[in-house]
T-cell receptor
Framework: NAGVTQTPKFRVLKTGQSMTLLCAQD?????MYWYRQDPGMGLRLIHY???????AKGEVPDGYNVSRLKKQNFLLGLESAAPSQTSVYFC?????????????FGPGTRLTVL | GNSVTQMEGPVTLSEEAFLTINCTYT??????LFWYVQYPGEGLQLLLK?????DKGSNKGFEATYRKETTSFHLEKGSVQVSDSAVYFC?????????????FGKGTKLSVIP
């Protein structure tokens, strides 16, 4: 049981390049999330998904796209990377519960855009 | 909207000192409250939670009590260890709004010195 895994761990891009970050979970969770973490800003939600084939915008969605074609995978895409997207990206997943919602986090992807 | 405010760090303590990290929140409904911990180079892990007023969450010697009257969820530990050095995030989930998104504070970095 690997939990939440993220690929790649590190990446350096040039401005304008594109890339896709992959998140996978093996806990059969319905909900998945993408966050970015910046110094002094905490974690901010980019996009999330409440089930296979569905996605929704979070707090900071501009410049990113996502897809959830399979329940266990959640992809985050940057079509044209900008230096402002230099950050650490975390994926998380959770069960669909109403009372509380423990999110399980991946180890993160450190992205630098030059 | 929802928001979480944490005391700013960094916080540096000697081993066996008492720890308090303040957290207050603003929410439109009746949120669940969480403390997450991030060890260096890792993703976030749930440390403890409380789902209703006057609940006390506890784990690994850490405690926090959900105080509705003061809208607070302060984290405490009686005797910190070097291994507690990490970044601590307070978060809330307002499931009454029909959303399952966590709102995070900016994080408080704790360093414990021998």
């Amino acid at each position: 049981n690997a939990g939440v895994t993220q690929t790649p761990k590190f990446r350096v891009l040039k401005t304008g390049q594109s890339m896709t970050l992959l998140c996978a979970q093996d806990m059969n969770h319905e909900y998945m999330y993408w966050y970015r973490q910046d110094p002094g800003m905490g974690l901010r939600l980019i996009h999330y998904s409440v089930g296979e084939g569905t996605t929704a915008k979070g707090e900071v969605p501009d410049g990113y796209n996502v897809s959830r074609l399979k329940k266990q995978n959640f992809l985050l895409g940057l079509e044209s990377a900008a230096p402002s997207q230099t950050s650490v990206y975390f994926c998380a997943s959770s069960l669909r519960t109403a009372s509380y919602n423990e999110q399980f986090f991946g180890p993160g992807t450190r992205l630098t855009v030059l | 909207g929802n928001s979480v405010t944490q005391m700013e760090g960094p916080v540096t303590l000697s081993e066996e000192a008492f720890l308090t990290i303040n957290c207050t929140y603003t929410a439109t409904g009746y949120p669940s409250l969480f403390w997450y911990v991030q060890y260096p180079g890792e993703g976030l892990q749930l440390l403890l939670k409380a789902t209703k007023a006057d609940d006390k969450g506890s784990n690994k010697g850490f405690e926090a009590t959900y105080r509705k009257e003061t809208t607070s969820f302060h984290l405490e530990k009686g005797s910190v260890q070097v291994s507690d050095s990490a970044v601590y995030f307070c978060a809330l989930l307002d499931s009454g709004a029909g959303s399952y998104q966590l709102t995070f504070g900016k994080g408080t970095k704790l360093s414990v010195i021998p």
